[in-house]
């Protein structure tokens, strides 16, 4: 399971709107950094046969299978204050942050091949 709060689910409803279509945003880690790896979104234009889906007031946030383990009880947040507005991730299966806070190391349970 993933969750969004209400703020996140705003802010892809305006990324999308901007856009002028698309079904919802695709997250994903991919290796990456020095803690070996990072979150990826990008817009989802469908959903594959692979993916879970995760809604909430009207947004959708897409998941491919192979991501899942990693992201099993994350809750997606989109924060900020004026200029300083940034996506945030509360992931239990994360075990460290690097230093630069651009990557992440994963539990051995989380990692999936």
């Not at 070996?36 to 594959?48: E, F, L, R, S, T």
């Not at 200029?83 to 460290?96: C, G």
């Amino acid at each position: 399971m993933l969750t969004f709060t209400s703020a996140a689910a705003k802010r892809i409803r305006e990324q999308l709107a901007k856009r002028g279509h698309g079904v919802g945003l695709r997250l994903q880690v991919k290796p990456s950094g020095c803690s070996g790896w990072a979150y990826k979104i990008d817009y989802a234009d469908d959903v594959a046969a692979d993916e879970h889906r995760f809604e909430r007031d009207g947004a959708l946030i897409v998941v491919p299978d192979k991501s899942m383990a990693a992201l099993e009880g994350v809750v997606v947040d989109f924060v900020g204050d004026g200029f300083n507005q940034r996506w945030s991730f509360t992931n239990p299966n994360a075990e460290a942050d690097c230093g630069c806070g651009e990557s992440f190391s994963l539990r051995k349970s989380a990692v999936s091949g």
